[in-house]
């Protein structure tokens, strides 16, 4: 790890902890993270960086955790199994503290782009894009006036209900990296229209990765359509 990755690491773990930080004390975090209260309070308080080392247990081990329970805190599942994710899809400080996470559990490099499918999703890959430094591509069900050549995805859902995704031809080139990152993976149905759509391009799959998977269908799917790391923040049956 170079100086500047060393760097983003250690802000970026200073930015969960102050995010954790918000509901909690410093000694209900001290017990939570393992970490003395008067160490976090200086890495909370920007007086020092924590270590190479404690930065990336906060990104990748228990700082990953609390965040997964900070994430489901504010998921709302109803009677009939809709999930409301409304106060994490809109939140963008909250969502800035995905990418690092998502990067350490799946074990990917940058990619050249993130993908995801309108609306929900775009929050997240444009965080996801913004950390990475790559370029944002969605998916959308209709095509754009203005746009002359599309890859297009069709799938066929278990209601019967055929659905398509458009993407712009120029969004993602043959070679390049592609994220494929959504909000809600159940089914693995969208996620399998996205993955068709890097395959038509001819681009690379880094990885799947979703906010919340409810249940293990959809990340079962995903699996078996690619041979990329597939994973979720959040698991809910």
Request: aromatic share 4%.
């Amino acid at each position: 790890m170079n100086r500047s990755e060393k760097a983003a690491l250690q802000l970026r773990a200073v930015d969960v902890l102050r995010t954790l930080k918000e509901t909690r004390t410093y000694e209900e975090l001290a017990a939570e993270t393992g970490l003395p209260a008067g160490d976090l309070n200086r890495y909370v308080n920007g007086h020092v960086l924590p270590s190479e080392a404690r930065a990336r247990e906060v990104v990748g081990g228990v700082g990953s955790e609390l965040l997964a329970e900070e994430l489901d805190a504010r998921i709302v599942v109803d009677d009939e199994g809709y999930v409301d994710n409304s106060r994490v899809v809109f939140d963008q400080s909250l969502l800035s503290l995905v990418p690092p996470v998502a990067a350490e559990t799946l074990g990917i490099e940058p990619p050249d782009a993130v993908l995801t499918a309108a609306t929900d999703g775009i929050t997240l890959a444009a965080a996801m894009a913004r950390y990475f430094g790559s370029r944002c591509a969605y998916a959308k069900k209709s095509r754009e006036t203005a746009v002359e050549e599309f890859i297009e995805a069709r799938q066929r859902l278990s209601s019967g209900i055929e659905i398509d995704y458009y993407l712009p031809a120029n969004a993602i080139a043959s070679g390049e990296s592609v994220l494929v990152v959504d909000d809600l993976i159940r089914s693995g149905e969208t996620q399998e229209l996205l993955l068709d759509i890097a395959a038509s391009a001819g681009a690379d799959v880094a990885g799947v990765f979703a906010l919340i998977a409810v249940g293990d269908e959809g990340i079962d799917r995903a699996r078996a359509h690619t041979d990329a790391p597939v994973g979720a923040l959040v698991t809910r049956e």
